[in-house]
């Protein structure tokens, strides 16, 4: 192991600085969103009429189902709905 | 919670030995892998809360990302780590693991972004050298949660969320006038512990 002195210590502590707030936060919602997706997409699948919104204009669909129309839902949406 | 895709199949564990010790009472990584396999959002929530400054400094220091790359990045390694944490073979290596997944996200997006517009050639070296200082950096982390509470935040204040004095003082509730001794005296503890002359908490940072 090298040697630390305080400056040395100081400037490492440095390099560790925070990630950007909003970045984490999206990064530790990520099981609540694949839930919610999860969720729309198996009520798109046993709903055809659902599903027809939802591919006609998914932000609008979301958004009258009382969905919050995240645009990382939304994208993740977006690759399901064509996959499926 | 459901549990992370992938999540079911595990081979047999293997402990590797830690060096270092996390704060009393802190989830051990191993600890925190197996709570996200087992669908628990709050474990999930702590490793992305304790890594995520490690996956943000090798997307801009070690690979010198701009903003928007590096957020597209640090988005995506997560998901990745989300979607693939079933294949982890050891629940004790998350942090390689995590590093790993970062620099291939970092290289895919700086190949994508040279077919589009030439990019600046990285220094022959530098990756490896900013790399090896992340990890140097990330090892003094660990120690610093050896730290008493106080010498950590205002460590941590200082030095990784830039603030002033009179920040921290107001923040943390100490006279101005103590804070740059109060560093020194944490810095010395820190010092001692990463010279493996000290491995116990010891510095109050002031308090008693």
């Known amino acids: ?84 | 919670m459901e549990a992370p895709p992938g999540g079911g199949a595990q081979g047999p564990r293997r402990r590797a030995a830690r060096g270092l010790t996390l704060a009393q009472g802190s989830p051990t990584d191993a600890q925190l892998v197996a709570g996200c396999r087992a669908g628990d959002h709050e474990a999930w929530r702590l490793l992305v809360d304790r890594f995520s400054r490690y996956v943000f400094a090798i997307c801009v220091q070690g690979f010198r990302l701009a903003e928007h790359d590096a957020e597209d990045v640090f988005q995506d390694v997560w998901a990745r780590a989300y979607e693939r944490l079933g294949q982890l073979r050891d629940d004790d290596a998350v942090r390689p693991w995590l590093a790993q997944l970062t620099r291939r996200a970092c290289l895919d997006r700086l190949r994508a972004a040279s077919r589009v517009e030439p990019v600046a050639e990285l220094e022959e070296g530098f990756e490896d050298e900013e790399l090896a200082r992340v990890e140097d950096a990330w090892f003094v982390r660990e120690l610093l949660e050896g730290l008493s509470a106080n010498c950590r935040e205002i460590l941590d204040r200082f030095f990784c969320r830039d603030q002033s004095y009179a920040t921290i003082a107001s923040e943390v509730g100490i006279p101005p006038g103590t804070i740059a001794s109060r560093i020194s005296r944490c810095l010395r503890t820190l010092r001692e512990m990463a010279e493996g002359r000290n491995d116990a908490p010891a510095a109050s940072g002031g308090q008693t």
């Not at chain 1, 600085?17 to 798109?44: G, H, S, Y």
Request: charged share 30%; net charge negative.
């Open chain 1, 1 to 84: 192991m090298s040697t630390y002195d305080e400056e040395k210590l100081g400037e490492l502590l440095a390099a560790l600085p925070p990630a950007p707030e909003a970045w984490v936060r999206a990064a530790q919602d990520l099981p609540l969103l694949r839930a919610q997706a999860d969720e729309i997409v198996a009520r798109a699948e046993a709903d055809a009429a659902f599903r027809e919104r939802l591919v006609a204009n998914l932000n609008a669909a979301l958004e009258a189902e009382g969905y919050e129309p995240d645009v990382r839902l939304v994208e993740q949406l977006r690759g399901r709905l064509e996959d499926a």
